[in-house]
T-cell receptor, first 116, second 114 residues
Framework: DAGVTQSPTHLIKTRGQQVTLRCSPK?????VSWYQQALGQGPQFIFQ???????QRGNFPDRFSGHQFPNYSSELNVNALLLGDSALYLC???????????????FGQGTRLTVV | AQTVTQSQPEMSVQEAETVTLSCTYD???????LFWYKQPPSRQMILVIR??????QNATENRFSVNFQKAAKSFSLKISDSQLGDAAMYFC???????????FGAGTRLTVKP
């Protein structure tokens, strides 16, 4: 089992550019959540995707958008990059059960985004 | 809004000794989950232990145990017989039942001295 895989591992972008980060969930998982972890801080919830729809969103601007594909993999897109978007972006996958909270979330190793 | 506070930015423990990491949280909900995650330099968040709020019994996983005080909204992690491999950032996290937003504290960096 490959677990949660994220690509790329590192990325450098220029302010104003757009970036796409990718996540493949753990085998059997159908839900993907994205988190932003700034240096020295805990992760902050961006949004969650289930059944190819955004199920919930944290306090992030519309510049942050996502997508989930039929195979449950997901993308995080950030437009008009700001210096403050520099962070580690973590993807977590889990299995949704109707009527219950998500079970344990498995995290990937993250994508380190640097905006210059 | 639910917030999670870890008041110890850094902690240090001697190998084979015991250390306790503190976490408090703020919520008006009665149904929720609490977690401790470990983040080593590899950056991957690894679940250490989980506690359901409706359970009075404290969770235990091998050398890791929690002291869950629901009324005080406190959730501390005790690591017994500390090992060099325990060195990492530890994050306390709160997850409200039927919500999909996991809230994390700012983390505690644990150093294990040989």
């Amino acid at each position: 089992d490959a677990g949660v895989t994220q690509s790329p591992t590192h990325l450098i972008k220029t302010r104003g550019q757009q970036v796409t980060l990718r996540c493949s969930p753990k085998s059997g998982h159908d839900t993907v959540s994205w988190y932003q972890q700034a240096l020295g801080q805990g992760p902050q919830f961006i949004f969650q995707y289930y059944e190819e729809e955004e199920r919930q969103r944290g306090n992030f601007p519309d510049r942050f958008s996502g997508h989930q594909f039929p195979n449950y993999s997901s993308e995080l897109n950030v437009n008009a990059l700001l210096l403050g978007d520099s962070a580690l972006y973590l993807c977590a996958s889990s299995l949704a059960r109707q009527g219950f909270m998500n079970t344990e979330a498995f995290f990937g190793q993250g994508t380190r985004l640097t905006v210059v | 809004a639910q917030t999670v506070t870890q008041s110890q930015p850094e902690m240090s423990v001697q190998e084979a000794e015991t250390v306790t990491l503190s976490c408090t949280y703020d919520t008006s909900e009665s149904d929720y989950y609490l977690f401790w995650y470990k983040q080593p330099p590899s950056r991957q968040m690894i679940l250490v232990i989980r506690q359901e709020a409706y359970k009075q019994q404290n969770a235990t996983e091998n050398r890791f145990s929690v002291n869950f005080q629901k009324a005080a909204k406190s959730f501390s992690l005790k690591i017994s017989d500390s090992q060099l491999g325990d060195a990492a950032m530890y994050f306390c996290a709160y997850y409200r039942y039927n919500n999909n937003d996991m809230r994390f504290g700012a983390g505690t960096r644990l150093t294990v001295k040989p």
